[in-house]
Each structure stands twice: as C-alpha cells, then as structure tokens.
C-alpha cells in the first residue's frame, strides 16, 4: 500500500510539471467527510503526521468554497447535495486549543459549517495522551527507558521502540489506568519542554472555549471519548465508559444533547456501535468501514484524512479521486 501511494502521488507530481494538473483538478461528483486534527503556524510535522499550517487551511477553504459544495453534516446526512460537483463536510477530531484560535476564525470568515469532536480528559489531564507521547519522545535526550518491564530504545525517528513496536502503538491499546504511567516515565522531560514553543502542539480547549463553538450556528459538538483510548482494544466496559462519560461530560459543558459521535483513531466494532446508539448517539463517524456491509448503515460514515505532507494540488486531485491511491 506504501509502495502504491508513493507511486500514486509521483503520478500526479509528473502530470503536474508536465501542464496536465487540470485533468486531475478536473470537478466531478463525489461525497467526502474530510477530518483534520491540528492546526499550526507553519505546519510542522516533526512532532507527528497531524497538523497542517494556517495559512494552507485557509487556502484549502477558499479554494472548496469557490470551486465545490461545502454543507454543513446534517445536510450531508440528509444527502443534500448538488450533482456534477464534489460535495464536502469538514470535521474535527481531538479538541485542540488551536482550532479554537486558528480554524475556527477562518471557518467563520468563508462561512464554513463544521463539526468539532471533543475528547474530555480535561479532569484527568491536561493533554492527550499521543501528544505528551510524541513531544517528549522528539525533545528528551533519553535513549531508552523501561515500561511494563519492557526495555524501549529511541530510533532514529525518535519513538521508542520495544520488540519493533513503538511505545505509542502499545500506549493506544491500554486502559488509562496503566497508560498514565507514561507520564511519569517522563514526568522531568516534560517539565523540561518550552511550553510556549510548544503548546499548538498539544494544549486542548477548555470548556468556555467548547460552549463557545457548540453555541455558533455554523458548527456542531460531537463526541470523540474520554481520553483518546483505542476502543476496540480496552476491555469493552472501559471502552463503554470512555463513550458514555464523553458524552456526559460534553452535555454538561454544552447544555444540549450531544448526538455523535467519532471514534478514536476510527476504529469501532459492530457491538461498540450498537451500544452507542442505545445511549441516544444517532450518528457514527467512522475513518474506513470495516466491511461492505457496514457502509450500507446509513447512521456511520467514513471520513477522508487530510495529509499533511502533499501539496495542495496534490490534496485536492486525491480528494476528488476519493483516495491516495
């Protein structure tokens, strides 16, 4: 798959240099969720593959806005869209400060609808726990460090690695409970970061900041867990919690019905599904169906995840393609 994405975008690079980009900017129908994750100043990819700069955002909006049908999820749901176009909703997942300060100014701008997913360890802690994961692993100057008596060694990406698995694929399939000793395995490293430097990076909103959005007409709060846990791989009554306390908590925040949700790093099963509808979620936000079958639940959608690492051209000609393949 690797192989065949690389290939892929070296196509449209050559079709590009060569004049022909237009055939691949070429508008056409199609239905697409895109979901982002972080928004920064300059787009820095160093800490991880999430965040793409403001400036590109805004670019990115400015070009769908003139060129296709941005709607807002309800009426993506409701199939409203326009034929021989691509028709575009916008999602975000995580929470972050910096959609707050960077994306949601220039939704508001271009007039943009969009929905915000939120993940509710505010009580817990004050980040998630990926990004602590991934800002300590890039800045601390240790080489290796013991986790559940596994001894982990930084490579040259700097992850640690134990038995060639990241500390970050281990940290998504445990419950919080033992996942928080992460923090202090490098609970002096992160004392030692710039907090300023760093903050877009991993700060979340508070929940001011989250009323503030759920009360704008343009845009919409959905649910996205407690604390970023993989819920398919926690046992299924913590993974039942960390939906059902995500909701709560955002009902509270938000002083209405909290009614969808997205699933942590898209992964879900058919029983988590079912049990997020019996706790009154009515839609499901999904990244790939697990089978055919699944994508005729007209409740769960798939979404398209924005790359950070390709021009925008390339972005736009993959997007109406509907994949990067």
């Not at 980009?21 to 160093?46: A, F, N, P, S």
């Not at 034929?83 to 916008?90: E, F, H, Q, S």
């Not at 999602?91 to 959609?99: M, Q």
């Amino acid at each position: 798959m690797r192989i065949k994405y690389r290939l892929g975008l070296v196509y449209k690079i050559i079709l590009f240099k060569l004049g022909f980009g237009k055939l691949l900017l070429k508008d056409r129908y199609g239905e697409r969720i895109l979901v982002y994750h972080g928004i920064d100043e300059v787009g820095e990819t160093k800490y991880n593959s999430r965040f793409i700069s403001k400036v590109f955002f805004e670019e990115f909006i400015k070009y769908i806005t003139t060129h296709y049908n941005v709607i807002s999820l309800d009426d993506f749901y409701q199939k409203k869209f326009k034929k021989d176009t691509l028709n575009i909703a916008i999602t975000f997942d995580d929470g972050y400060l910096n959609n707050y300060t960077y994306a949601v100014p220039i939704l508001e701008k271009y007039k943009v609808p969009a929905c915000f997913y939120i993940t509710t360890i505010h009580e817990k802690a004050p980040y998630l726990w990926a990004d602590f994961l991934d800002l300590v692993s890039y800045h601390t100057e240790k080489e290796e460090i013991i986790f559940e008596r596994n001894l982990y060694k930084k490579s040259a990406k700097r992850e640690f690695i134990w038995n060639g698995i990241s500390m970050k694929n281990v940290a998504k399939a445990l419950p919080y409970e033992v996942l928080k000793l992460i923090y202090e395995v490098f609970e002096d490293d992160w004392k030692a970061l710039p907090p300023k430097d760093v903050e877009d990076y991993w700060k979340l909103m508070n929940a001011k900041q989250i009323k503030e959005i759920a009360d704008n007409p343009l845009f919409t709060i959905g649910a996205h867990g407690e604390t970023h846990a993989s819920l398919v791989d926690i046992p299924l009554e913590a993974a039942k919690r960390e939906i059902l306390t995500s909701k709560q908590q955002l009902e509270t925040i938000c002083k209405q019905p909290i009614t969808e949700f997205a699933f942590p790093f898209g992964y879900y099963t058919n029983e988590l599904a079912e049990y997020c509808h019996e706790i009154g979620f009515e839609r499901l936000l999904l990244v790939d169906y697990n089978t055919k079958e699944d994508a005729k639940n007209e409740t769960s959608q798939n979404r398209f995840v924005m790359n950070p690492y390709i021009s925008m051209e390339q972005q736009l000609a993959c997007l109406l393609k509907g994949s990067y393949f």
